[in-house]
C-alpha cells in the first residue's frame, strides 16, 4: 500500500564515507524531490527531478548528488558526509500541485 | 524570493483546548498547502486552498485562505493529544514546486 518508499529508515555512517539513500514510489509521478530536514525545522529542498531533468538548488552543497535511473527509484548520494549533514532526508513526489512524501531516513554521521 | 512566515513557532496546550496557528507571506500564492508532520514520518499533505477568502474544513481543523491570498490560518477545536505534530504550511508557486515555511510544533498534552 505504500507509496513512496525510502531505505533505509536509519543509516548511520562514519566521517567522510560515501553514502547512498534510496527512494522508490508507486506512484508513477514525474516529479520527484529530495529534502533535507534538521530538528524542528522545515524541510529545506536540496534538488528535484522533472521526468529526467534534474534541477538543482543553488544552495545546495556539491557534497549532495542524485540519480534517477528511472520514473520509480531516484538515489541521495552524499560524497563525503560531514557532522553536519546528519539529518532527516525527505523524498516526495508530485503528479500536479500536491507533493507526496515517504517517511524519511534518519542519517547519523559518527 | 518568496519567503514564508509561521506563528507561534511552539505551541504546548492542554487537550480539548482551541488554537490558531497563521502563515503569513509578502507574496501572493497561486494556492496554499497545509501538511502535518507526526514525529520520525514525513509530512502528509491535509488540504490546498486555491481561492481567496476560501474556508475548508477537516473534521475539527478549519483551514482559511486570505482574501488576497497572501495569508492562511489553520484552527483547531479541541485539541487531541492525537494532533501533536509540526504543522507547516506551503506556497505553491509553480506545479512542480512548493515553498515551506518553518513549521510550528504543536505539543497537546493529555
Known amino acids: 500500500d505504500a507509496m513512496v518508499i525510502q531505505n533505509p529508515r536509519y543509516q548511520v555512517t562514519q566521517f567522510g564515507k560515501p553514502v547512498t539513500l534510496s527512494c522508490s514510489q508507486t506512484?508513477?509521478?514525474?516529479?520527484m524531490y529530495w529534502y533535507q530536514q534538521k530538528s524542528s525545522q522545515a524541510p529545506k529542498l536540496l534538488f528535484h527531478?522533472?521526468?529526467?531533468?534534474?534541477?538543482n538548488e543553488a544552495d545546495t552543497p556539491d557534497n549532495f548528488q542524485s540519480r534517477r535511473p528511472n520514473t520509480s527509484f531516484c538515489f541521495l548520494d552524499i560524497r563525503s558526509p560531514g557532522l553536519g549533514d546528519a539529518a532527516m532526508y525527505l523524498c516526495?513526489?508530485?503528479?500536479?500541485?500536491?507533493?507526496?512524501f515517504g517517511p524519511g531516513t534518519r542519517l547519523t554521521v559518527t | 524570493t518568496q519567503l514564508l512566515e509561521q506563528s507561534p513557532q511552539f505551541l504546548s496546550i492542554q487537550e480539548g483546548e482551541n488554537l490558531t496557528v497563521y502563515c503569513n507571506s509578502s507574496?501572493?500564492?497561486?494556492?496554499l498547502q497545509w501538511y502535518r508532520q507526526e514525529p520520525g514520518e514525513g509530512p502528509v499533505l491535509l488540504v490546498t486552498?486555491?481561492?481567496?477568502?476560501e474556508v475548508k474544513k477537516l473534521k475539527r481543523l478549519t483551514f482559511q485562505f486570505g482574501d488576497a491570498r497572501k495569508d492562511s490560518s489553520l484552527h483547531i477545536t479541541a485539541a487531541q493529544p492525537g494532533d501533536t505534530g509540526l504543522y507547516l504550511c506551503?506556497?505553491?508557486?509553480?506545479?512542480?514546486?512548493?515553498?515551506f515555511g518553518p513549521g510550528t510544533s504543536l505539543s497537546v498534552i493529555p
Open positions: 506512484l508513477n509521478h514525474n516529479v
Open positions: 506551503a506556497g505553491v508557486p509553480s506545479p512542480d514546486k512548493v515553498i
Open positions: 516526495a513526489t508530485s503528479g500536479g500541485y500536491e507533493q507526496y
Open positions: 486552498v486555491v481561492t481567496g477568502g
Open positions: 507574496s501572493v500564492f497561486s494556492s
Open positions: 527531478y522533472y521526468d529526467k531533468d534534474f534541477n
